[in-house]
Each structure stands twice: as C-alpha cells, then as structure tokens.
C-alpha cells in the first residue's frame, strides 16, 4: 500500500520561508515522479511543481524563482522550499504520487503578518 505523508507546514510572515516534507513508503520511490499541489480556501487544487525520477524539475509560474523542488531517494522522500512566501501562497499543500494516483493529507500553509 503506497503511503503519503506531509509535513513541514507552518505559520509564516510574507518574506518567510519553509520546507515542506513528503515522505514515500510502499513503493520503489526513486522511479517515480513526484508531484506538489496546493489548495486555497474557496479555489480549486492546483499544481505548484513537480520533479522527475531523473530529477527534472519543473514550476507553474506563480512560484518560479522562490520555490525550489528537490528528492532524496535514500530517505524516500520529497520536499518543497519554500522562499519569499506571499500571503496569496496560503493553502493546504499535499504531495502527490500520479503513478499510483496517490495523495498525502496535506499541510497547512499560512502567510500572515
């Protein structure tokens, strides 16, 4: 059974950063690609950044340059830095496996000051 578990979320003030955690069990991690999305009250899930078992990354838009995804297939686990954390960047952001179509139970993330 694949497994997803977030964490890492966190009260922060704009200009804050954080690092989101996602650690993997169940599965061979290091062939997978692993994805982050986010989801703001009252709006829809949303794709934040995603890194490949090759490690290629890729980022929407909105987090370029502040948001960096990385992997570490010893510990089977994926993260998310967070930097320069704006207060439109709240929400609860979930680690997500499409191969298995599997989901973490989220993080809260809030940017307030």
């Known amino acids: 059974q694949v497994q997803l578990v977030d964490s890492g979320g966190g009260l922060v003030k704009p200009g804050g950063s954080l690092r989101l955690s996602c650690t993997v069990s169940?599965?061979?991690?290091?062939?997978?690609?692993m994805v982050w999305y986010r989801q703001a009250p009252g709006k829809q899930r949303e794709l934040v950044a995603g890194i490949t078992a090759s490690n290629i990354t890729t980022y929407e838009d909105f987090v370029k340059g502040r948001f960096t995804i990385s992997r570490d297939n010893v510990k089977n686990a994926v993260y998310l830095q967070m930097n320069s954390l704006k207060l439109e960047d709240t929400a609860v952001y979930y680690c997500?496996?499409?191969?298995?179509?599997?989901w973490g139970q989220g993080t809260q993330v809030t940017v307030s000051s």
């Open positions: 997500h496996l499409p191969q298995f179509g599997s």
């Open positions: 169940g599965t061979i991690f290091d062939i997978h690609t």
